[in-house]
């Protein structure tokens, strides 16, 4: 019997940040917070699905939580792929939603309602109110090492 071992060299990793703006309107205050993102099983599956070609859809929504619920769902509202290994997605939410909430976490996902979770990011608390803007920038980089 003759065993043949295939040697691969190359990973693909994915490295994700999350950057999250809080801007204050009446004072004009604007806050940063960096965190990291977390893919799951699901995202890691429509991953390999997508590179099989058996889901047309992308990232289309990004979703805030408070305590693990979500209290609003946005669509991506900027998104740029021109930088190789890289995909830059933003999502602008404004002063009129998901008020009278503490955000805490962010979650991207790829329809309006339900969808496939792909990834998510928690951070410090956000007590949203009509006077607090955020916008969400997303970027993940696929690289070989």
């Not at 047309?56 to 619920?69: I, N, P, R, Y």
Request: net charge negative; charged share 20%; hydrophobic share 30%.
């Amino acid at each position: 019997m003759i065993k043949k071992t295939v040697d691969f060299r190359t990973r693909i990793c994915c490295k994700d940040n999350i950057l999250i703006e809080i801007k204050n309107l009446e004072t004009g205050e604007i806050r940063q917070i960096t965190t990291h993102n977390d893919v799951s099983t699901d995202g890691l599956n429509w991953i390999r699905d997508m590179v099989n070609n058996d889901s047309g859809a992308g990232v289309t929504h990004f979703a805030m939580l408070e305590d693990s619920s979500e209290v609003v769902r946005l669509g991506v509202t900027q998104r740029d792929a021109t930088v190789d290994g890289q995909l830059t997605l933003k999502c602008y939410v404004p002063g009129n939603q998901g008020n009278g909430y503490t955000i805490d976490e962010v979650r991207l996902y790829n329809a309006s309602s339900g969808g496939t979770y792909y990834a998510s990011g928690t951070h410090d608390g956000i007590e949203k109110t009509s006077s607090i803007q955020i916008t969400y920038t997303w970027v993940g980089t696929w690289t070989d090492n």
